[in-house]
């Protein structure tokens, strides 16, 4: 028996009475039924609860919560994998050894190839190797583990980071498979760790400087979904004025007006099309705790335009920190 395609889509009430039984016998292979664990080849997307955060058999006081399913953590789900449960609590899911994680089930139609997932581990193990690696000292000088200038970045992509003869390159060579080693250290004897150059600077190496590729960048990751429109101008913050002080925002019309196509600021808002990446009243009650580290932080708000052709051009960024003295803020806008 021949199955022929003619692309054409059909809900699942207009199949035609011949396909019907592919059609459910496909929705039986996404589906699953809920048990044993799941491999490689198969192409099941079923929902679990979070029961594999803990590690009860490397000791008890690693267990941890099961979140999703209760009363008091209803969310959230992950995948299933239909690991069996561990051995010292019943209701804990087996983790897997840090390596075999690589191997952890995900729907075929989503899992990396074997060529991506080795790109992928290559260049996750250059980012780690590069901090073990004397000679990267020798690329921020004045201040190590910091890059002193841009050219300092462009020469990871440029140049490489040289690997020592000795004992480092052998545990390489030994331990990652051929075609990942391809992939990590230069052919031509000099043993670079060699980064692929990112294709936004590939053409134009000041590209990312522009105020659209800024733009797209924000957009390609998670802000879309945190990016809303522009109710109020100025922005003003929720958070309780006796606890952090006054946390308004300090961008005036004179910092974006001249920015918006003739429009006053009103009409922009009113034709919807200002919009905020408000990041401001989530970090700002951490920032004190967090720049107490080595790690330095703002609280952000970036005002954004969105144009004719449909593209979004940034406006204003503000970036506060609190006040080393007290919650009284100190802001610095640039437009």
């Given at each position: 028996m021949c199955l022929f395609y003619l692309l054409q889509t059909y809900l699942p009430s207009e199949t035609p009475g011949p396909l019907r039984k592919y059609r459910e016998g496909e929705l039986v292979n996404l589906?699953?039924?809920?048990?044993?664990?799941?491999?490689?080849?198969?192409?099941?997307?079923?929902?679990?609860?979070?029961?594999?955060?803990?590690?009860?058999?490397?000791?008890?006081?690693?267990t941890r919560p099961v979140l999703g399913g209760s009363a008091e953590y209803p969310y959230p789900r992950r995948g299933r994998t239909g690991r069996p449960p561990s051995e010292k609590d019943p209701n804990t899911e087996s983790i897997l050894p840090l390596l075999m994680s690589l191997n952890i089930y995900v729907p075929r139609d989503e899992r990396f190839g074997h060529l991506k997932m080795l790109d992928f581990l290559a260049y996750a193990l250059k980012s780690i190797v590069q901090f073990l690696l004397p000679e990267f000292e020798a690329l921020c000088d004045s201040t190590p583990n910091e890059f002193d200038s841009?050219?300092?970045?462009?020469?990871?992509?440029?140049?490489?980071?040289?690997?020592?003869?000795?004992?480092l390159l052998d545990k390489i060579k030994d331990n990652i498979p051929l075609e990942m080693l391809k992939e990590l250290v230069r052919t031509d004897g000099e043993h670079l760790?060699?980064?692929?150059?990112?294709?936004?600077?590939?053409?134009?190496?000041?590209?990312w400087r522009t105020d659209e590729e800024f733009a797209r960048e924000m957009l390609a990751g998670l802000n879309p979904v945190v990016i809303r429109l522009l109710q109020e101008f100025p922005p003003k913050s929720k958070l309780d004025l006796e606890v952090y002080g006054n946390q308004n925002s300090s961008i005036t019309k004179e910092h974006i007006e001249n920015h918006l196509d003739g429009l006053t600021i009103n009409k922009a808002m009113k034709k919807k099309r200002l919009f905020i990446l408000d990041d401001h009243d989530v970090f700002m009650p951490y920032r004190r705790r967090i720049n107490t580290t080595s790690m330095k932080t703002y609280a952000s708000r970036?005002?954004?335009?969105?144009?004719?052709?449909?593209?979004?051009?940034?406006?204003?960024?503000?970036?506060?920190?609190?006040?080393?003295?007290?919650?009284v803020q100190s802001r610095g806008i640039g437009h």
């Open positions: 589906r699953g039924d809920g048990t044993g664990e799941l491999k490689e080849w198969d192409r099941v997307y079923d929902y679990a609860y979070y029961n594999d955060l803990g590690n009860p058999d490397r000791d008890l006081k690693y841009f050219q300092d970045v462009l020469d990871l992509y440029e140049g490489g980071i040289k690997v020592p003869e000795g004992t760790f060699k980064f692929p150059m990112p294709q936004v600077i590939k053409e134009d190496k000041s590209a970036t005002l954004l335009f969105l144009k004719d052709d449909r593209t979004l051009k940034p406006l204003a960024i503000e970036l506060s920190l609190p006040h080393p003295n007290g919650m």
